[in-house]
């Protein structure tokens, strides 16, 4: 079983930045690929980054430049280091684990950017 806290959204003007962390509890976090998703209003929920046991990163192509996903694996953190902000990336973000097929999800932090 695996639990995942997020922190960090709240509301930043466009171009701002904001640092979102992920506190998983739980046995071998390491073996985790850890993702970050979003969802906003009225939209299906999307992947925006994920990092592997291996520290293999890809990024939604709308993030690229922009967003960097990192692990502390002696912490069981994961982080979303968001620059250049802008309006667009309003959304509900959600922390993932996903391990041996199973999926598990964080409550959500919201961040808001002002144009």
């Known amino acids: 079983q695996v639990h995942l806290v997020e922190s960090g959204g709240g509301l930043v003007q466009a171009g701002g930045s904001l640092r979102l962390s992920c506190a998983a509890s739980?046995?071998?976090?390491?073996?985790?690929?850890m993702g970050w998703y979003r969802q906003a209003p009225g939209k299906q929920r999307e992947l925006v980054a994920s990092i592997t046991s291996a520290g293999i990163t890809i990024y939604a192509d709308s993030v690229k430049g922009r967003f960097t996903i990192s692990r502390d694996n002696a912490k069981n953190m994961a982080y979303l280091q968001m620059n250049s902000l802008k309006p667009e990336d309003t959304a509900v973000y959600y922390c993932n684990a996903l391990r041996v097929g199973i999926e598990y999800w964080g409550q959500g932090t919201q961040v808001t950017v002002s144009s």
């Open positions: 739980g046995s071998f976090f390491s073996r985790n690929t």
